[in-house]
Every structure is written in C-alpha cells, then in structure tokens.
C-alpha cells in the first residue's frame, strides 16, 4: 500500500473507532482483549474493502476470526469476496455469519443481494424477509429496497412501489429507493 493510502486508512480507522467505542455505554460490560482485538481487525478489514484492498482487508479478517470467530467478521468477509466477483464463496461466508448470530441481520441482506445478482430473484426474497425481522441489524432501508428490485423486475408494480417507500420511511435520505421512485413515477407507474 503507498504511504498516503496507509495514512488515509489509519485516520478512517481512528475515526471509526473513536465513534463506535463513544457508543459503548459506561453501564456495558466491555469487552474482553480478545473480543477487542477481533474487533479492531474487522474493522480494519472493512475499511480496507471500502478501499479496494481486497487481499489485506481477507488477511485481517482471517486473522480476527482465529482470535475470535463473530457473525461481524464473516459477514465483512462474505462482501469482500462479493466485491472480487465471488459470490459462491460471498454466500458461504454470510452463511457462517448467520450460525454465529441468527439476529444479525446483515448477512441476510448480503445473501439477498448475492442471489439478486446471480438472478436468483426467488431465492433471494426469504432472505431479505430475515433481515426484515433480524432482531440486531441497523439498516432495514436495504432489504425493503432490495425487495423493490425483485419486484420492479417481476413487474409486480404496486410492491415495488409500497417496498420502496418503507425503504425511505427507515431512511429518508436513501437514494436509491427515492431514484426508484422516481423512475416509476417517469414510466407512469407512480401514483402521485
């Protein structure tokens, strides 16, 4: 990695971690070194995915599931390998994530959207009904959106449209649903 890359990386990563420790109430129990150390390297595994560094972000990921398997680090594992193209091994990853925790909700999501591109539109709708109802998951504006997708494409028009709109009732600002909407509304297919 060049020298400026490093240095961006460790800012995003101090950054990052600096707001997710503020998160940990003084009430929480904290974390063991173990955990914590798992931790700051998933973390860093994704950040360096964000990045394009694919075959570090694997090598820090790797490396926090030997300290400490978690449904985080096989999650950001599976959406690396999503990002190099393999979704095969992408699914399996997510797959592990979900035995770990079945309450987290991400790796429903990602399974979804792997089988969305692979055009596995039917396959993908029960997991996106999981993330739906996963009990720990921050981001239920992406399985309502994902839902929109398939739907669009089954021309199944009124649920694309009520999945999209929940999609921006959990997030305003979501852009792709609003564009979604949009798009409909251009075709003739949004009720205004």
Not at 119 to 139: F, H, N, Q, S
Not at 171 to 180: G, I, L
Request: net charge neutral.
């Amino acid at each position: 990695m060049r020298k400026p890359q490093k240095i961006v990386v460790l800012l995003i990563t101090l950054v990052f971690f600096r707001c997710t420790s503020e998160k940990i109430s003084a009430a929480e129990p904290q974390p063991d070194l173990a955990t914590q150390a798992a931790e700051e390297l998933y973390n860093t595994g994704y950040l360096l995915t964000m990045l394009g560094q694919y075959e570090q972000a694997i090598q820090l990921l790797e490396q926090s599931l030997v300290i400490k398997p978690t449904a985080e680090a096989y999650t950001y594992l599976g959406w690396t390998y999503s990002h190099m193209g393999n979704l095969k091994r992408a699914i399996e990853e997510a797959k592990k994530a979900i035995r770990i925790d079945p309450d987290f909700g991400n790796p429903y999501n990602d399974i979804g959207v792997y089988l969305i591109e692979q055009g596995k539109e039917d396959e993908a709708i029960p997991y996106l009904e999981k993330a739906l109802a996963a009990k720990r998951y921050c981001c239920y504006q992406f399985p309502h959106y994902n839902l929109g997708r398939i739907y669009l494409k089954k021309k199944m028009y009124d649920r694309a449209r009520e999945a999209f709109k929940k999609s921006l009732e959990v997030d305003p600002t979501y852009a792709p649903a609003r564009e979604a909407l949009e798009i409909l509304k251009e075709v003739g297919l949004e009720r205004t």
